[in-house]
């Protein structure tokens, strides 16, 4: 017994997608796929607004960001399962653990604070619309951007910290596809206490402040909308809305 506690574990393995004997080949050709073309859409995106100078306002840079964060969410897991699907390996180094779970909450807060970033954008376009080159000048929406990637960078580097500061000395079997803070914490050796109520409650923040702050734009939307004469007005309204209120249904939903 007190050999294994002297045991640093240096790898951890990926139990992987359960009961997945036997089609191994049609999930690796099925989420290969799927990341292609994931990849291939974002990448289309991200060059079409970088080489059209008529997209470089506000809401289209925002989404060229988001084309950024999509590549890189669907790259943390990804190459790894579909690694381990052809090859049968389930190993994963400390470091590799370490990188998926810091780029899984660095890019899902950027992600989140991102939407909130757009939402904003859309009010003070609809709401503010004689204002709106003023207030969402290029020094302003560099800021917006800059913020939500710095913030998500703090953000993931406490709780990445944290939880490799723990001791992880024993059993090194993640039931997870990839490693994430919960699943991988519960093989430390030592009390996971501070670490679970820290990740809940940022885990939980941040998402919680992006959506009331969502909330509030589009109910200040809503009001300014039905206040408009114009019935092209509001179909214009409506559709300057709807994609973004749709995927962040999807986001907050899910």
Not at 161 to 175: E, H, I
Request: glycine letters at 6%; proline letters at 3%; charged letters at 10%.
């Amino acid at each position: 017994m007190g050999l294994v506690n002297h045991i640093v574990v240096t790898h951890f393995i990926l139990l992987g997608i359960p009961d997945a004997n036997g089609l191994q080949t049609i999930l690796f050709i099925t989420f290969l796929a799927f990341y292609l073309c994931t990849l291939l859409g974002n990448l289309l995106i991200f060059s079409a607004i970088l080489a059209d100078p008529c997209l470089h306002i506000p809401m289209y840079i925002f989404l060229c960001n988001l084309s950024v964060l999509d590549i890189g969410f669907s790259s943390i897991s990804t190459p790894k399962m579909l690694t381990n699907l052809w090859f049968q390996s389930r190993v994963i180094s400390l470091g590799g653990c370490m990188s998926q779970i810091f780029f899984y909450h660095f890019l899902g807060s950027t992600e989140c604070l991102l939407y909130t970033v757009m939402a904003y954008d859309r009010y003070v376009a609809i709401c503010h619309p004689l204002r709106y080159r003023l207030i969402m000048n290029q020094k302003m929406c560099a800021l917006l951007a800059a913020g939500t990637w710095i913030t998500s960078f703090f953000h993931s580097t406490i709780l990445t910290s944290l939880t490799f500061t723990l001791p992880y000395c024993g059993f090194n079997v993640v039931d997870y596809f990839f490693c994430d803070i919960f699943p991988v914490v519960k093989l430390a050796c030592a009390d996971t206490y501070v670490i679970e109520t820290v990740t809940l409650t940022n885990t939980g923040v941040v998402p919680i402040t992006c959506f009331h702050l969502i909330l509030v734009s589009y109910i200040r939307i809503m009001f300014s909308v039905l206040k408009m004469n114009s019935s092209e007005g509001r179909r214009k309204a409506a559709s300057i809305c709807a994609s973004h209120l749709t995927v962040v249904m999807l986001f907050f939903g899910q």
